[in-house]
């Protein structure tokens, strides 16, 4: 349907084998796949933290719970992301407090707004290193530390991904990952958590699985025949179906993060005789903080342009293109809800209606981008001529 989509799957034969073999094993959930998924995504993010779970949704509501978010308190987030990041923290029974973004150059969380919304009720902050930039961790953890709370990363776009060395991820409290179909690994539906410290981990994996303190695959195996419940838990699980995939998709996943890489840089190049598009994160890699995972391809365009009638000359050319994101703010519920505080989101509001997506995935040539790129000139002069 189109001549060049958003996203592309970075699969081969060996997604299908690895399924397949999980069905013929008889074996689809609680198993020992989960434990080598987790145990080779611990390897790649360097910790023993790594909890496999059935979306980062579900991987973000048992990091709120797991550091003790719950009704009374506050959880500062961008608005700039995807809506899960604040209804995970909302299903606590916590409020949300929306923070702006950096600027033009850098559509991550501002630090210096958290620390300006921080309350005596703020319990976390989670940033989200958006597009698989990371944020300034030096300066979230400095404050967070100074104010005694919580660090949850949201890095549903930044597997593999470092800041100053260290994988995004692993550096707050607790990181939460997707798995799910679009992103830089994919298992359909998936995600996962690493948790900083063993109290987490162990905290984390009993929510994930009811409060019980024994689990299926240990019963099967005759270690245990009785199990407790210590606390009010979900069914939070990945299957092993999943996790076969995952983990053949995990060995993809450095290459992918290049292949993107090298895209971006020619991206770069093409929108820079393009005047009038910014380009944000484009000088990401001369400030040598850390790397991108490049999830995505923002471009901004130029104020007061029509983003939508952009996109659709975009696909009248057959070009898939998106949004990253409409501000949680500007939904309905979000956006008049008493337990959402939205005030000071100037550069979110400047910047987010000018932010427009561009197609990025491994697989991508240098001809697919030049055409991209053609194809965004003359979109933007026919619809707006300027
Ligand atoms: C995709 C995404 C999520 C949600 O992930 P699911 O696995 O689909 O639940 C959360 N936060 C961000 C920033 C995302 O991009």
């Known amino acids: 349907m189109w001549k060049i989509p958003l996203c592309d799957l970075h699969f081969g034969p060996e997604e299908a084998q690895a399924a397949a073999d999980v069905v013929a094993s008889g074996w689809l959930t609680m198993g020992e796949r989960t434990q080598a998924f ?145 992103k830089n690994l994919s298992t359909g539906e998936g995600g996962a958590v690493a948790a900083r410290t063993e109290e987490l981990r162990q905290r984390c994996k009993l929510l994930r699985s009811h409060g019980m303190t024994t689990l299926t695959l240990e019963r099967h195996k005759g270690h245990a025949f009785s199990y407790d419940v210590v606390l009010a838990g979900q069914n939070y699980r990945i299957d092993e179906i999943r996790s076969a995939i995952g983990l053949v998709q995990l060995g993809r996943l450095a290459e992918g993060n290049r292949m993107r890489r090298a895209v971006v840089t020619r991206y770069r190049e093409r929108l820079g005789a393009l005047d009038r598009v910014h380009v944000p994160f484009r000088d990401f890699e001369v400030r040598g903080v850390g790397e991108s995972a490049y999830h995505i391809m923002p471009v901004l365009l130029p104020e007061g342009a029509p983003r939508e009638a952009v996109m659709a000359a975009m696909k009248a050319r057959g070009i898939q293109t998106s949004v990253h994101y409409l501000p949680i703010h500007a939904f309905s519920f979000h956006g008049t809800s008493e337990r959402v505080r939205r005030d000071n989101l100037d550069r979110t509001d400047v910047l987010a209606p000018r932010e427009l997506t561009l197609p990025l995935y491994p697989r991508m040539t240098d001809a697919q981008v030049d055409e991209v790129c053609a194809a965004l000139d003359a979109s933007l002069r026919e619809v707006f001529p300027g």
């Open 38 to 182: 987790e145990r080779a995504l611990g390897e790649a993010f360097g910790t023993t933290g790594v909890l496999a779970m059935t979306n980062c949704t579900a991987a973000l509501h048992l990091a709120y719970l797991a550091v003790g978010v719950g009704p009374g308190d506050e959880v500062i987030c961008p608005s700039l992301t995807f809506v899960a990041t604040a209804n995970a923290a909302l299903t606590t029974g916590a409020d949300v407090v929306l923070a702006d973004i950096v600027g033009p150059d850098d559509l991550t969380i501002d630090p210096a707004d958290v620390e300006r919304k921080i309350t005596k009720r703020t319990k976390a902050i989670t940033v989200v290193h958006y597009a698989g930039y990371p944020c300034d961790m030096d300066a979230i953890l400095a404050i967070a530390e100074r104010h005694g709370i919580a660090v949850i990363e949201d890095a549903a776009h930044a597997p593999l991904a470092t800041w100053k060395g260290r994988a995004l991820g692993t550096i707050g409290d607790v990181g939460c990952y997707s798995f799910f179909s679009n």
